[in-house]
């Protein structure tokens, strides 16, 4: 317990609990661990280690200065999770629409196109809403309009940007926005935005709170300049629902209405291209009669219980049924060449079974959102 302080015959002992810490000398390993090799000298392995430094602060340089102070693993996940790397979709595989696609081109291509020439009051706006009936075409419209515009497209939802630790969800939205930054042209796609930002109250969840805030401090361009082209997306069947500062944010409100007649058929028309099929343009005719009601998303759906008819007839015979030992009859593989092509009688078949998934309540709620907040058509 006790310990000696010197040698000069004096009990100088004191506990060595009082006794200040000091830490262990630690001896430093040479500067050379494997000796050098014959006729290498010192200037040469003083030249070597000079070398690396200047890789070494390259791989500081090849940091964006927008991303600069952001967390690299937040940079490396948005990257993974939220960069959409998808097929490319353009305006004439989206059958209709054609004053929305009016509008989005004047209001968004048109300014990434021709940068120079939006200047002043004619800046490109931040923020565009797509509201609608589920199903009418609404995440299809923003991936066109990052393919149309040669830009970034972030696709983004809830779960990509909430977080079970503390101030993480804020991180990301704040990552997001310097990401895109450096990515820009870029276009920021949010499905259902709805359930992101909700209209804020004060029984509401702290950390949900802290990331709406976040999110609309960010998207007003608190980290952006006037001359950054990064564009917010939002798609929604709920807009009621929207905060009113996030409904400020988005300039223009497109709603996307369900299609029209001709839409339908042109629709059903581009379907029925992908495989063999004796549907004549009178019976589509009709068939755009019969889908009356129906968003884009049910008119695909037919058209896809329609193609199956031919495959029941050859997997299942005339008359079998499932019961009397109709599944399975048919074993080994199948060539192509044994399908009928698609008829009428097919769809007739595959209407009883699909039905439109759009209310006349819910057509009603979108019309009044349209007529009080919506962009009208001149």
Known sequence: MYDDDDDDGVDNRKPSHLRPFKPPFRVEPPAATAP???????????????????????????????????????????????????????????????????CIEELVVWPVLNPQLYSGLRQLPKGLLLFGPPGTGKTLIGKAIAHECNATFFSVSASSLTSKWIGEGEKTVRAMFAVAAARQPSVIFIDEIDSLLTQRSADENEAS?????????????????????????????????????????????????????????????????????????????????????????????????????????????????????????????????????????????????????????DLGLYEDFNRQFGTQKL
């Open 36 to 102: 050098a090799h014959a006729g290498q000298s010192a200037a040469t392995t003083t030249t070597t280690t000079a070398a690396r430094k200047p890789t070494q602060a390259g791989k500081a340089e090849d940091v964006h200065p927008r991303l600069k102070g952001i967390d690299p693993e937040l940079v490396e996940r948005i990257e993974n999770e939220i960069l959409e790397m998808g097929q490319k979709v353009t305006f004439g595989d989206i059958s209709g629409l054609a004053f929305a696609k009016e």
């Open 209 to 361: 709170r802290r990331i709406k805030t976040e999110f609309l401090v960010q998207f007003d361009g608190a980290a952006t300049t006037a001359e950054d082209v990064i564009l917010v997306i939002g798609a929604t069947n709920r807009p009621q629902e929207l905060d009113e500062a996030a409904r400020r944010r988005f300039v223009r409100r497109l709603y996307i209405p369900l299609p029209e007649r001709e839409s339908r058929v042109a629709l059903l028309k581009h379907l029925l291209l992908k495989n063999a099929s004796d549907v004549s343009a009178a019976e589509l005719e009709e068939l755009g009669d019969l889908t009356e009601g129906y968003s884009g998303a049910d008119v695909t759906n037919l058209a896809r219980e329609a193609a199956m008819g031919p495959l029941r007839d050859v997997m299942r015979p005339v008359g079998g049924a499932a019961g009397a030992g109709g599944i399975g009859q048919k074993k080994g593989k199948i060539s192509s060449d044994a399908l009928r092509p698609i008829n009428r009688q097919d769809f007739a078949v595959a209407l009883k079974s699909v039905k439109p998934s759009v209310s006349n309540v």
